[in-house]
């Protein structure tokens, strides 16, 4: 007897599934690190997972076939650095069982958002923070030995500057600034107050 599974009836699955789930900046390269935790779904092991990379209201994806659920746990990198809009990517992914070779979806997780290197605790060699009562759109200072850069928080300018969809141009309008107050740091300071991230700078 043929078992039919309504492809409507699948299970939303909650956003914790992909807990640890972040992008880290590495050796100049954007990576995703992918975290999966679905063990008490109930899914069938034999189902398989596939993930698809994609930046909202553009065209712009990627896919990658993670293999059988198995254990329902999981932990891979993948790199996205040849994506435009790579800290833009939210994530989708989904939990499949074939029927006489044909795809159905039993589970699924769509437009999660993985952790920011431009969060705190995040990665980025070159920390971005949010001032509310900046003045100005942007500004760059050496804090304490770190290169920073503050966006303004007001009227959600910030959150604005930091997509790369929305705002593409912005980055590299100010990065040549950035770089060059960087370089004059590097070379005409006599004493680093944090030399590790001097040697990364460098």
Known sequence: MKKFVNITDRLDLHKTCLAGTKIVIRGGRTIVILAWDLKDES???????????FVQ????????KLGLLGSALGKE????????NPLDVKIRL???????????????????????????GGNSLLPIITLENLNSPWKFEIVQGVPTLYLSGKSGLAGNL?????AAWFFPLIIHHIF????????TAT?????????KWK
């Open 43 to 53: 899914l069938d092991p034999s189902s398989h997972v596939v993930v698809d990379f």
């Open 57 to 64: 209201n553009t065209t712009e994806s990627r896919r990658e």
């Open 77 to 84: 990198e993948f790199d996205i650095s040849g994506m435009l």
């Open 94 to 120: 989904k939990v499949i069982r074939y029927s006489e070779n044909l795809p159905m979806i039993v589970a699924l997780i769509d437009k999660f958002e993985p952790e920011s290197p431009d969060e705190e």
């Open 162 to 166: 930091k997509s790369r969809t929305q």
């Open 180 to 187: 060059r107050e960087i370089f004059t740091w590097l070379v």
């Open 191 to 199: 004493f680093y107050e944090d030399e590790s991230k001097a040697r």
